[in-house]
């Protein structure tokens, strides 16, 4: 199977727990402290898929996603400005193992390696300082090996299917740039209905967990005291989403085995080691195509 995936989240709210934090709070010499403010954030994705099949019971993967991302900041003496990245990001190789299938109950386990192939080291022009390291988030990969595992649980009735799945992201070691970004938690769980052989809509609720980053960039250090995105003692968090999705199988002979799919999801919780920009909503588009 073929796949390609889109996927759009912006932000424009900084968050410290579960409380929003205004600019001027950001700012302030007294509280925040910080020269300049986050304003806002967009990450577009394309995430470019193959999934094949060698043996009874086993699926292979391989993933590699392309990532373009775009700040807007605000500086305490009112100065505004932008910063981008862009590039192909981390190379992820994984399995689906079935574990059991029985009447209309089936666990899978999965396990996946995330290859460092995305860049950590992406710079951009910022007024003042020139030519400039540019923070956590706006990095391209982890710079490290990442264990993915995973376990999931299908169920299918005539009309309804449902499922969940428990994963994660585990760092092994530490990137060239002498950080290791957080291990991230996530529990998901979802229900779908199929309206005719064509058409199926589904409701999907995500937990999500990730913790702050071990060690820092020494390029960022003197940021940290600049910009919280470049502080690596706020880069955790917890969030949990909700999100409705509709699934279209390709009617025709010509587009036999393509589906499209899209999804569109917002946080109804989130508690952050802020401040922390937070996704205000988030779009996927995707296509498949089995042969």
Known sequence: MLSYRYMNMPMEQNYDGSSRVSDSEILSPTSGNYLVAPQWMDMEMHMFGLMISPIDHLTLMLMIPYASKEMGHLRRDGVEFLTKSEGWGDLKLSGIYELYHGHRTTWLLNLGLSLPTGSTS??????????????YPMQIGSGTWDLLPGITYLGQADTWSWGAQLSGVIRLGENNEGYTL???????????????????????????????????????????????????????????????????KMPGRFLSGQ?????????IYRSLDGPQLITDWFFNLGWQWAF
Do not use: C, M
């Open 122 to 135: 992406e710079e951009d022009f910022i007024p003042g300082p020139g030519e400039t390291r540019l923070p």
């Open 259 to 267: 589906r499209l799919a899209a999804e569109i999801g917002v946080p």
């Open 182 to 248: 957080g291990n991230v938690g996530q529990l998901t769980a979802w229900g779908a209905y199929k309206w005719n052989d064509h058409v199926s809509t589904s409701l999907r609720a995500t937990g999500k967990a990730w913790g702050d980053i071990d060690g820092r960039d020494e390029d960022l250090r003197l940021a940290a005291s600049v910009v919280p995105t470049a502080d690596p003692r706020r880069r955790g968090g917890e969030e949990i989403d909700l999100s409705l999705g509709i699934n279209v």
